[in-house]
């Protein structure tokens, strides 16, 4: 049985969304495991709130591919393989590379620097150790980035294809400072981009995803070492 903390659920308009949040960020810091079942009163429990927004938030995260329904039991968390890495990491290449390049190539100074605040959110985000934080603008400024390319088709491909990427396990790396690297290169990035260097600027992007890959197997290899204990910390 997982123990988690209440991650501040309330009885608000969007309690699904609050347990969404929250089960993705215990998905995250490896406090629900890949491979184990878990019930939807089991984890009420534990956040404080009725079952019914829990198998809610449960069937968003199934349509995002992170849990499977498992008739009569609950939902599984969904493993990801090596080969899923490679896959997920080759169609963001796809997309995101070449996209930067355009971007770098049309957009103006002005409009990229808006984006400066997000880039320094992320780097203090890691090296203060809130993997939280840290997600939630890498995922703004990756979108809001894209979004510049005026295609929002691609933006909401991109962003479904990161949710279904989601860093399992994640916390262990946090916690040994192995996140600062990758945020670094959102500066570095920028700063190419900025300066209008638009190849350099997608050898950078595509050197970002392939390091992104690898903490995705290195995160998702650490979880694994620690073993069955759940953390807690859903707060």
């Not at 969007?14 to 347990?19: A, F, I, K, P, S």
Request: proline share 3%; glycine share 8%.
């Amino acid at each position: 049985m997982p123990h988690l903390e209440p991650r501040a659920i309330s009885v608000q308009a969007n309690l699904r969304d609050q347990v969404a949040n929250a089960l993705r960020a215990a998905l995250i810091a490896g406090e629900l495991r890949p491979g184990v079942i878990y019930s939807a009163p089991t984890l009420a429990a534990e956040l404080g709130v009725s079952a019914t927004p829990v198998r809610e938030a449960m069937l968003d995260l199934a349509r995002e591919g992170l849990v499977e329904a498992v008739r009569n039991k609950g939902f599984r968390v969904t493993e990801m393989t090596d080969q899923d890495l490679d896959e997920f990491t080759g169609i963001r290449t796809l997309i995101e590379v070449p996209t930067v390049g355009r971007v770098a190539a049309s957009a103006g100074v002005e409009q990229l620097e808006r984006l400066r605040p997000l880039a320094q959110r992320i780097v203090t985000a890691a090296r203060g150790h809130d993997v939280l934080e840290y997600l939630e603008a890498d995922h703004r400024f990756h979108l809001e980035l894209l979004a510049l390319a005026g295609n929002h088709h691609l933006v909401e491909v991109v962003a479904d294809l990161r949710k279904r990427s989601r860093l399992f396990g994640l916390g262990s790396l946090n916690e040994t400072g192995r996140l600062v690297t990758s945020a670094q290169e959102h500066v570095e990035l920028l700063d190419l981009m900025v300066a209008g260097r638009v190849q350099e600027a997608e050898d950078c992007m595509r050197r970002h995803l392939t390091h992104v890959r690898t903490l995705w197997a290195d995160g998702r290899t650490d979880a694994e070492d620690r073993g069955p204990a759940l953390r807690s910390g859903v707060r």
